[in-house]
């Protein structure tokens, strides 16, 4: 990558949404998070970041808000070409800014990079003591009876702590396993999971 190129993080548009897909969907045929199909993201654009270099989309990351309490970083990939340049970081610092000004306290992620999300503030937690609802897209997983996904969690500590409910604490996950097995329809948005950020360090 050319070092003189400025890369900018901006909020996505309707535009890059077939940039994203591509993005997105060569990740998930290396198995390293699922497919979205073009409705699901423009119907989620807003929950979106990408990088843009020179009008080029060759990076992006999303924050999905959970509950008043959590949002979750989301759909993170880099383009091969320009990893190792911190794309990835921004990205993920544009989710953080985002949950700040939204005013939540706790970002989630799942994911296979602990050592990249410890960089950024973020730390292992039990995935059991993330909210049910977290799980739901998990149906849809081929690895749904095998997760080895990391769960990570970054408090905010300048925003406050809200009074609202927190999310509730989900009940085991293999629960969620014969819903699966019953041959009942899996419905979803389908904009997770995981956040896979192949960035070299960034």
């Not at 999300?117 to 997983?141: I, M, T, Y």
């Not at 905010?156 to 604490?169: C, K």
Request: proline residues 6%; aromatic residues 4%; glycine residues 8%.
């Amino acid at each position: 990558m050319s070092a003189e190129v400025d890369i900018t993080i901006r909020n996505a548009t309707v535009a890059d949404v077939p940039s994203i897909a591509r993005l997105i969907n060569d990740s998930a045929e290396l198995g390293l998070m699922l497919p979205r199909p073009m409705a699901t993201l423009y119907e989620r654009v807003r929950e979106l970041f990408v990088a843009d270099r020179g009008g080029a989309v060759v990076g992006v990351g999303g924050l999905s808000i959970i509950w008043a309490d959590l949002a979750e970083v989301v759909s993170l990939v880099v383009d091969a070409g320009c990893r190792g340049h911190g794309l990835g970081g921004r990205l993920v610092e544009a989710c953080v800014g985002e949950a700040r000004r939204l005013g939540v306290r706790r970002l989630m992620t799942l994911t296979y990079e602990q050592a990249f999300f410890e960089r950024h503030g973020f730390v292992v937690v039990d995935r059991q003591a993330l909210p049910l609802k977290v799980w739901s897209e998990c149906l849809r997983c081929p690895k749904n009876q095998a997760c080895d996904e990391i769960a990570m969690i970054r408090v905010l500590d300048d925003v406050a702590e809200l009074t609202a409910p927190r999310a509730d604490v989900a009940a085991p996950r293999p629960t969620l396993i014969p819903i699966l097995a019953e041959g009942h329809p899996v419905v979803g948005d389908g904009i997770r999971r995981s956040s896979y950020p192949p960035v070299d360090g960034d």
